[in-house]
């Protein structure tokens, strides 16, 4: 039987699930699929157990699925795998927008979605068949670079297997008691905004499982033991879709509690977000983006203040927990809109916020925008997690922007803050903002060198400064333990 293994590289710095990694879908999903195709498959999520590499030297062929911020992290671990004489096949939005880069540090990639080309690509390379056959593929022939016409059918929801998580090595951890377990229901998005990189990867094409098929897979997880988190990055996006699902879950009378990715305009129906509460709902993780009607235009999010507020009340109204997401440092933001944006948090109570930085991510509108323009500061991708700054801002210098993304969260998640929620027996919100402000105290902890960076960063002295600290980065980057 033939061997392969998948490697989920680790995030570069701390983030948001730093404490409690959840692992991403594509990896178990291919894992899955070349199981069944007969494969030894394993699945390395980084961030619960580190690569043995005595192992890693048994397989026939490494599988790397990589985001922007992951890259670095991905590109030398394929360099390792490869000076051991094995293949590497990389896939991910990165290396999907950016093949010439990815395959400077692998054998094969596969562009897009890979689930339905992934048998062929197994078969055709068990038998040392004809790669050029293989849709989406890319891939080294003598040394000549060939990219494969993208020409696989977008991914039938419904002929995707359910992801076997027996085949991650090491153990979930728990949050709150219950293990979170990650389900698939759609994918695409109807609606464009400029910083996201989903429209590009999966299209804006709203495509989804049948009730039946989600409806098989979540009885697998009715123990008690589990708390579902659904990865679609618009779970509402066709409302008789999610109201048939929803009243195909009250129907089951499932035990676990979930939370999605919504967008604010879902409360515009009160009886669908009482259907939510009423199927298990728990906490809701919304796009707010900002408060500043004109940087609302620019990121092309199609929604208004006054909708963000009704979405607040609507949920808090029902009982359900609401994450905010913002973003800083487009180019009609200021000081003032962020701290417009805590104050809108504070007084609609949201239980827990995210304020990220503009991130120029390469697939997005935002990173062609910005690198024709000639603001791209550093092109260091481990930085580019919505944490870091990257480009130059127009109302901003970088260290101020920096600085304004903390500031912003140690407002929201202040001591006086969580007495209030305290007063209010909001005790979940209190228990998120303890974690936040000592995750928040060893991020700065961790970031001292790029923090004192932007601080020295000068007109004359920036080009110089950059250099040496992304050589100082690439160093580290490379170190593979």
Not at 245 to 260: P, Q, Y
Not at 334 to 359: G, Y
Not at 384 to 412: C, G, N, R, T, W
Request: aromatic letters at 10%; glycine letters at 6%; charged letters at 25%.
């Amino acid at each position: 039987m033939s061997k392969i293994i998948f490697i989920e590289p680790k995030a570069p710095n701390l983030h948001i699930f730093s404490k409690f990694p959840l692992p991403r879908l594509g990896t178990i999903l291919l894992g899955t699929i070349a199981r069944d195709e007969g494969w030894d498959a394993t699945v390395i999520v980084e961030e619960r157990k580190e690569i043995d590499w005595d192992e890693i030297a048994t397989a026939d062929i490494v599988g790397i699925s990589t985001i922007t911020s992951t890259a670095p992290r991905a590109f030398a671990i394929a360099d390792r795998v490869q000076k051991l004489g094995i293949p590497v096949i990389l896939g991910g939005p990165h290396v999907s927008f950016l093949p010439d880069e990815a395959l400077e540090h692998s054998d094969f990639l596969i562009r897009g979605e890979a689930e339905g080309v992934f048998p062929l690509f197994l078969e055709t390379l068990k038998n040392n068949g004809d790669f050029s056959v293989v849709p989406n593929l890319s891939f080294k022939k003598n040394q000549t670079v060939i990219h494969n016409k993208i020409t696989a059918e977008p991914t039938d929801m419904n002929m995707l297997p359910y992801p076997e998580f027996s085949i991650i090595q090491g153990k979930p951890k728990r949050i709150g008691g219950k293990y979170i377990i990650p389900v698939q229901t759609s994918r695409g998005c109807p609606y464009n905004c400029s910083f996201c990189s989903v429209t590009g990867m999966f299209g804006r094409k709203y495509r989804f499982r049948s009730v039946e098929h989600i409806i098989g897979e979540l009885r697998r997880y009715n123990d008690g033991k589990n708390f579902v988190f659904f990865y679609d990055d618009n779970f509402g996006a066709n409302r008789k879709r999610l109201i048939d699902l929803l009243d195909a879950m009250i129907a089951e009378n499932f035990k676990f509690k979930w939370s999605t990715q919504v967008r604010a305009d879902i409360t515009k129906d009160e009886e669908l977000i009482k259907k939510m509460r009423k199927s298990g709902c728990h906490t809701v993780f919304i796009g707010f983006e900002s408060v500043n009607p004109a940087s609302l235009k620019a990121m092309n999010k199609c929604q208004s203040v006054e909708g963000m507020e009704h979405a607040a009340q609507v949920f808090k109204r029902n009982k359900i927990n609401v994450h905010g997401m913002f973003v800083v440092g487009v180019d009609d933001d200021n000081p003032d809109s962020v701290k417009a944006s805590v104050k809108f948090a504070k007084r609609n109570w949201l239980s827990s916020v995210q304020f990220l930085i503009l991130t120029p991510l390469p697939g997005t509108r935002c990173y062609n925008d910005l690198c024709k323009a000639g603001r791209i500061t550093f092109k260091d991708w481990s930085l580019y997690d919505a944490h870091h700054v990257v480009f130059k801002p127009i109302k901003f210098s970088l260290a101020d922007l920096q600085k304004a993304q903390m500031k912003a969260h140690e407002q929201f998640y202040s001591l006086y803050e969580s007495i209030r929620r305290l007063m209010h027996f909001r005790f979940v919100d209190v228990g998120i903002a303890h974690y936040a402000r000592h995750l928040n105290f060893s991020w700065r902890r961790k970031n001292k060198m790029f923090l004192k960076l932007l601080d020295l960063l000068k007109p004359r002295k920036g080009a110089r400064i950059i250099a040496d600290y992304e050589q100082e980065i690439a160093l580290d980057t490379n170190s593979t333990h």
